[in-house]
């Protein structure tokens, strides 16, 4: 475990750079319940910076998991009333979000996968109208992760138990910019700067579309809607004029797909924990924007309840660009978590867009956005294609080839 004042800059770093906390304003942190500790030092941080009251939930992955054994489908699927008003209650007041997760890879592999996708796609259902708060960047919100020993044990499963979560702690706050003797809040202002630049020649450029290929066997072309908006980095909450950082760690450029302009097969490079199940060796034929076929190694049922979601979770939401030599992936590690696994690779995201992606997006209803070429479904689930010998090709509005990535990394 790192020292106590290493673990109070990075909490000092998810209040002031990740949520941003206004004064006087409320934070909702919600976590699990083994990390209780380094949220009390995120709640000191908080009130430190002017927060004027903390909500703190948490949740424990290993109850979830007994409930999906052993509980009543009906009763599960049924979102407390208590909860939804909780919700509403924060965004009416203006809240920000802390998201603190800690990964469980592998931890429902022995589940009904059918049961578990049923109750997640019921309370997805329910939790709909409070989606935008955080997709349309209403207020501040921020995912940030804590390690835990089941998932330290498999990043690194050669070493011990501490040493593994040494170890993965130590991967962790490497790709938060975070050591003993160095601003981690300045070192994300400069990281901001440089994701703006990549945004900035990509929406210069205006692409109609890309096309994806490497060794792996990906062939895909992506269609993107007029008047795309490519962004990266830090974002400004709209009812609160506040900039934060949605995700930390981020590395990525991304944008929206146009809906049924997906056309291709697409390979994914790394497995994906799906709720608690692995994901591995798997792959996605598209056409007219939508999952005609797949296969997976592993995983294949969970797969398979995700894409059968709703009406468009079988359609893309995100196209997001990272460099294959991003620091992340010089790490060379398996994170077996999208929210690290996404930033070492270039990834595509099936279900919901993000209407700021799209010029004028968060003013449209779904019909409009939908109109416009974004997607909208009750799910958002990156999984990463990005590859070494990636190449990605961009085409203007007249038909002009531009050299997007080549060999997995920028060549604009």
């Not at 900035?200 to 109609?208: E, I, S, T």
């Not at 999984?383 to 007249?398: A, H, K, S």
């Amino acid at each position: 475990m790192p020292n106590e004042a290493v673990l109070r800059k990075y909490a000092r770093l998810l209040i002031q750079t990740g949520v941003n906390i206004r004064k006087g304003q409320l934070l909702v942190i919600q976590a699990d319940v083994q990390n209780a500790s380094f949220t009390e030092l995120c709640v000191e941080e908080a009130y430190k910076a002017g927060a004027g009251e903390v909500w703190t939930f948490f949740n424990d992955e290993y109850i979830h998991r007994q409930s999906i054994l052993h509980g009543d489908e009906k009763a599960l699927s049924t979102m407390p009333k208590w909860r939804l008003k909780q919700e509403e209650e924060a965004q009416e007041r203006k809240c920000a979000e802390l998201h603190l997760i800690s990964s469980m890879p592998g931890l429902l592999d022995d589940v009904d996968h059918s049961k578990a996708g049923r109750i997640q796609q019921a309370r997805s259902r329910a939790m709909k109208p409070y989606y935008a708060y955080t997709s349309a960047c209403l207020g501040q919100w921020c995912v940030a992760a804590v390690p835990n020993a089941l998932w330290a044990r498999k990043v690194f499963p050669q070493l011990a138990e501490k040493e593994a979560l040494s170890a993965l702690w130590d991967a962790v706050l490497r790709t938060m910019y975070i050591s003993e003797d160095n601003d981690p809040v300045q070192a994300w202002e400069e990281h901001d700067r440089a994701l703006k630049e990549h945004c900035d020649v990509l929406n210069q450029m205006q692409f109609q579309s890309l096309h994806y290929a490497n060794s792996l066997g990906t062939d895909l072309v992506v269609q993107l809607p007029m008047h795309h908006i490519w962004s990266g980095g830090s974002e400004t909450a709209r009812l609160t004029k506040a900039v934060f950082q949605a995700n930390m760690p981020t590395e990525e450029v991304f944008t929206t797909p146009l809906r049924t302009g997906v056309n291709g097969t697409v390979v994914a490079s790394r497995p994906l924990d799906l709720n608690g199940t692995l994901v591995e060796d798997f792959r996605f034929t598209f056409r007219d924007g939508e999952v005609i076929d797949f296969h997976a190694e592993k995983g294949s049922e969970a797969l398979e309840h995700l894409l059968n979601t709703d009406e468009n979770s079988r359609r893309l939401g995100e196209a997001a660009l990272v460099p294959y030599d991003s620091p992340i992936s010089r790490m060379n590690l398996l994170f077996y978590d999208t929210l690290f696994d996404e930033n070492a690779s270039c990834h595509l995201a099936l279900g919901d867009s993000y209407p700021t992606q799209i010029e004028g997006g968060v003013e449209m209803s779904e019909e409009e956005l939908l109109a416009h070429g974004g997607n909208v479904s009750s799910v958002h689930v990156d999984f990463m294609i990005g590859t070494q010998d990636l190449n990605i090709t961009g085409y203007d509005q007249e038909g002009k080839e531009v050299p997007v990535f080549r060999n997995g990394s920028f060549a604009v």
